[in-house]
């Protein structure tokens, strides 16, 4: 009986051990994790807007220049970030925009840059997604993301909306799709639209 209650108390000690040492584990390192998502999210502005980094550049870096030539602006709802380096004196190369949300597998998330006149495309880039490598995971590949640089936010008539698709004419608004991967596309076009309506109409 005791050597029960003896066995119990020691588990009952070991456990809530372990779980103190979790605890400080997660404290310890989530400066960290928020300093490397900050940079990651930071490097993806960046990409986008074509901002230029430094060969090899740190996670500090990174943010610096980040810092340096790009303002964040709110706008109601709406959140962009401005391309405007000092030697610019004030004038804006770019503005990129957030876009997200659900993708097939899980949350995709990522930003669209445009170009001074606000329809053409400067990058687009995805910064978190789970989709399934060699299929919808091709939505972070070069070749695909490059599609978009130099496309148009409207097509012919003026109507806002960019389409991912392999079947129909190539158009100014249209880049193509990933083969298997129709479903990831088709919600990566409706994140990307939901963006695009977003600064179309806070340009209005």
Same mark, same amino acid.
Do not use: D, Y
């Given at each position: 009986m005791k050597g029960s209650a003896y066995t119990i108390g020691f588990a009952a000690v070991?456990?809530?051990a372990c779980a103190l040492?979790?605890?400080?584990?997660?404290?310890?390192?989530?400066p960290y994790k928020e300093a490397n998502q900050k940079a990651e999210e930071a490097k993806n502005i960046l990409l986008a807007l074509k901002v230029p980094l430094p060969d090899n550049a740190s996670s500090s870096q990174v943010v610096e220049v980040r810092e340096k030539n790009?303002? *964040?602006? &709110?706008r109601g709802e709406l959140t962009t970030y401005e391309y405007s380096p000092p030697e610019a004196g004030g004038k804006v190369l770019a503005t990129a925009m957030r876009f997200a949300g659900p993708g097939l597998?899980?949350?995709v998330k990522g930003f669209l840059a445009l170009e001074p006149d606000m329809k053409t495309i400067r990058g687009m880039t995805i910064y978190e997604q *789970?989709? &399934?490598?060699?299929?919808g995971g091709e939505i972070v590949a070069p070749w695909f993301r490059d599609q978009f640089v130099g496309k148009s936010i409207v097509d012919s008539a003026g109507?806002?909306?960019i389409i991912i698709s392999m079947r129909g004419e190539p158009a100014a608004?249209?880049?193509d799709g990933i083969s298997g991967a129709t479903m990831t596309c088709d919600k990566v076009q409706a994140m990307l639209n939901e963006a695009i309506k977003s600064i179309v109409e806070e340009k209005q």
């Open positions: 070991l456990g809530s040492l979790l605890t400080a584990a997660a404290s310890f390192t989530k790009v303002q *964040e602006k &709110t597998w899980g949350p *789970e989709e &399934t490598p060699g299929l109507v806002p909306g608004n249209k880049v």
